[in-house]
T-cell receptor, first 112, second 112 residues
Framework: DVKVTQSSRYLVKRTGEKVFLECVQD?????MFWYRQDPGLGLRLIYF???????EKGDIPEGYSVSREKKERFSLILESASTNQTSMYLC???????????FGQGTRLTVV | QKEVEQDPGPLSVPEGAIVSLNCTYS??????FMWYRQYSRKGPELLMY????GNKEDGRFTAQVDKSSKYISLFIRDSQPSDSATYLC????????????FGRGTQLTVWP
């Protein structure tokens, strides 16, 4: 079974903190993605990566950065957390283009 | 204009009903069409996957693509309470980077 594991299910952080969300996949997938999901807005792509050390901006990259030092791990970084970054964050991976994306269970982040 | 539009619902039907979920998209270059199902507090998982136009059937589920009108549908026959979830359409534009464009999701409740 493909497994995409996100480091935390629930996280509470303070405004201004630097936040790291970690994602690991065990299927040697090339592509990895970070989305946020908000009621009424659906899934919005923050960043994605199609290879180690490569990254591409998605639709809402402002306030976020990413790191992919190893193929299996893709980290999302909130440089200075703000309350409007309270959301559900979903990591996904896929083998190559036009193939199924597998999602992690999500991290519900609350910034207070 | 968003790449893909989906009515968020909510949709509430009795057990045994036929459910129709729909999305429209803007770019005729889209070639790969997917439906994801997301249960509460879980990540999305792939339900159906079609390439180009036509129908695809899997048990009680049928995915339909009409490229001439840029319209995709998911039909659920004999709906069950276990089908209660959010259904997201997803489209691949065929770029080299393998990113998906998601609809906002339709929340479906099937009551016994």
């Amino acid at each position: 079974d493909v497994k995409v594991t996100q480091s935390s299910r629930y996280l509470v952080k303070r405004t201004g903190e630097k936040v790291f969300l970690e994602c690991v996949q065990d299927m040697d997938h090339e592509n990895m993605f970070w989305y946020r999901q908000d009621p009424g807005l659906g899934l919005r792509l923050i960043y994605f990566s199609y290879d180690v050390k490569m990254k591409e901006k998605g639709d809402i990259p402002e306030g976020y950065s990413v790191s992919r030092e190893k193929k299996e791990r893709f980290s999302l970084i909130l440089e200075s957390a703000s309350t409007n970054q309270t959301s559900m964050y979903l990591c996904a991976s896929s083998l190559k283009r036009w193939t199924e994306a597998f999602f992690g269970q999500g991290t519900r982040l609350t910034v207070v | 204009q968003k790449e893909v539009e989906q009515d968020p619902g909510p949709l509430s039907v009795p057990e045994g009903a036929i459910v129709s979920l729909n999305c429209t998209y803007s770019n005729s270059a889209f070639q790969y069409f997917m439906w994801y199902r997301q249960y509460s507090r879980k990540g999305p998982e792939l339900l159906m996957y079609t390439y180009s136009s036509g129908n695809k059937e899997d048990g009680r589920f049928t995915a339909q693509v009409d490229k001439s009108s840029k319209y995709i549908s998911l039909f659920i026959r004999d709906s069950q309470p276990s089908d209660s979830a959010t259904y997201l359409c997803a489209i691949d534009r065929g770029s080299t980077l393998g990113r998906l464009y998601f609809g906002r999701g339709t929340q479906l409740t099937v009551w016994p």
